[in-house]
């Protein structure tokens, strides 16, 4: 989800599906509301892993950029193991749901550019646009 407010970020996350199951959405959050005050925005804090059954923007807010890959057997459990294994991560700028949505896709071995980045942070507005550019 990109932010269209002038200094803001958007949100990444990832959804999983199973043929047999539901799909569950998963993102990472900083688990402190103090994490999004401007002036605590360079400290780390205990984060959070949130699964949601569903898609998420069904519940939360509408994604404005997606594309769907197939992955299945180990990729699937890559990236399902690689979202387990992110709880207990402390959030921050430079670790935040951006790093976590493309890490879980470079654990399903889908290529991921490295420059997806605003002054080194991991961006959550250039991974929308470049999951625009897969559609293409």
């Given at each position: 989800?990109?932010?269209h407010a002038k ?49 998420l923007d069904e519940q939360m ?76």
């Open positions: 989800k990109r932010s200094g803001e970020w958007g949100h990444a996350w990832i959804t999983l599906e199973e043929s047999s199951s539901r799909p569950m959405s998963y993102g990472f959050w900083p688990a402190e509301a103090a994490a999004k005050k401007p002036s605590t925005l360079w400290r780390q804090f205990p984060g959070a892993v949130s699964a949601q059954p569903g898609l807010t509408k994604a404005d950029a997606t594309h769907t890959w197939d992955v299945a057997g180990s990729r699937y459990q890559s990236a399902l193991d690689y979202v387990q294994s992110f709880e207990g991560q402390k959030w921050s700028l430079c670790v935040n749901c951006t790093t976590f949505a493309i890490g879980a896709l470079r654990a399903a071995g889908i290529q991921v550019p490295s420059n997806l980045t605003t002054f080194g942070y991991p961006d959550p507005n250039k991974f929308a646009d470049w999951l625009d550019s897969q559609a293409r």
